[in-house]
């Protein structure tokens, strides 16, 4: 007789509600929430999913059951390539209207300043309106910051804006119960032009690990409805994925799916049958088969950047060539290359040196794959030097390449 289909509780993508109970702390957590208990600025930069929105909706619910009030700003969701600044920072201003439930009319208010600069206006909203209505602690999370290096007006008054509400700490209470945390895939100097005086100094840097066997009992609580050896299979799983939160929930889901579809009650998995479950769901056919999508993204993201592109896959490869050798490694040394390549999330900082952060990465990106990434490349190598060559007339080029007014 077929045993009942187990419920899955995993969730492959998006963030993980604050009740999951599939959801791993990590040092990330704590270090996050006793931040902005002390009031610091905080900034949590990775890859894609690597679970930064889990994270943050999980910190918000923590904070609330200490009277901290928090909104979250997805600042993707105020648009990008068409808006004005005008309605940039007035989307902003009516998300923390309405995330505060403060007591203005915005558009008449808004109005009603329209002799101050946008800046200025959301100033005075913090200052005169937020910071008096609202007399608890309070903490900003503005998230997917990164969206704002595609915005069609210029974006330091942002990073000015940011850096006022920290300076003005010092000599000002109101002030001091203001916090902000900034989420998204980027570096701090990929979102700033002055690169003395920047929001950033002072802040706290939240990094990322993977989810470590020792914190994920829960992921094996899942497994257990179907697979009497659980936590031998989360072990396996880890040791493909290496803690890296995306891949990690799938695989389970992938287990709990193979569980529903067999005739007894339950299972007893080998680490043969989740490496053959490894090869079969995500490793081959990888580019057809990657739904919810993840590895492609990786890739879309590394082409993404077409003016770094060869000079990551060089990186890329480098550290691939060195892990062959058992003495050998790329030490992190924090540079733009190193920074890019950490934010695509195939790497990761391992005892001061760059890794390939699991084994799914290292057989899908392979040098293999390597070199014919850098083979499609070089057509459009050959493009940008045929466009220089051209002392930049040649209309054909690609539309990637930068436009360039020549004095």
């Not at 600069?117 to 937020?130: D, G, H, K, M, N």
């Not at 890739?299 to 060089?314: D, E």
């Amino acid at each position: 007789m077929r045993a009942p289909r187990a419920r899955s509780p995993y969730q492959v993508g998006g963030s993980l509600p604050s009740t999951a109970t599939t959801y791993v702390d990590r040092d990330a957590d704590e270090m996050l929430f006793q931040s902005l208990l002390a009031g610091k600025f905080c900034y949590v930069f990775d890859a894609h999913q690597t679970g930064k929105s889990s994270l943050r909706v999980r910190t918000m619910a923590r904070l609330q059951q200490v009277g901290i009030k928090s909104v979250a700003i997805d600042l993707t969701s105020m648009g990008t390539q068409q808006i004005t600044g005008e309605q940039w920072y007035a989307a902003l201003a009516a998300s923390i209207v309405k995330g505060f439930e403060l007591s203005i009319e915005l558009p008449q208010w808004w109005r009603c300043r329209h002799h101050l600069s946008i800046v200025a206006r959301l100033t005075e909203l913090i200052e005169q309106v937020l910071l008096v209505e609202v007399q608890t602690p309070i903490v900003i999370l503005l998230d997917e910051i990164d969206s704002i290096t595609g915005l069609r007006f210029a974006t330091d008054e942002l990073s000015r804006l940011m850096r006022t509400f920290r300076d003005r700490r010092a000599s000002s209470a109101r002030y001091q119960r203001l916090t902000l945390a900034l989420f998204g895939v980027a570096t701090p100097f990929d979102l700033i032009m002055d690169k003395i005086r920047t929001p950033f100094e002072g802040s706290q840097v939240i990094a990322l690990q993977g989810l470590t066997e020792a914190r994920s009992c829960q992921l094996a609580q899942g497994l257990s409805a179907r697979v009497i050896n659980a936590e031998t299979v989360l072990q396996r799983i880890l040791y493909w994925t290496g803690g890296q939160p995306f891949l990690t929930q799938k695989l389970c889901q992938y287990v709990v799916e193979a569980g529903n579809h067999h005739s007894s009650e339950s299972l007893t998995l080998s680490d043969a049958w989740v490496d053959a479950l490894v090869e079969k769901r995500i490793l081959e056919n990888w580019e057809m088969q990657d739904e919810p999508e993840h590895l492609r993204t990786i890739r879309a993201r590394l082409w993404h950047q077409p003016y770094k592109i060869g000079q990551l896959l060089g990186l890329y490869q480098q550290v691939l060539a060195a892990e062959r050798s058992p003495r050998a490694c790329i030490l992190a040394d924090n540079s733009v290359a190193q920074l890019g390549l950490l934010l695509l999330g195939i790497v990761e900082k391992r005892h001061q040196c760059l890794r390939v952060k699991n084994r799914i990465y290292r057989r899908v990106f392979n040098l293999e794959w390597v070199e014919q990434e850098l083979n499609d490349l070089r057509p459009y190598v050959q493009a940008f030097e045929g466009w220089v060559e051209s002392d930049f007339s040649d209309e054909s080029r690609p539309d990637w390449l930068p436009t360039i007014v020549l004095d």
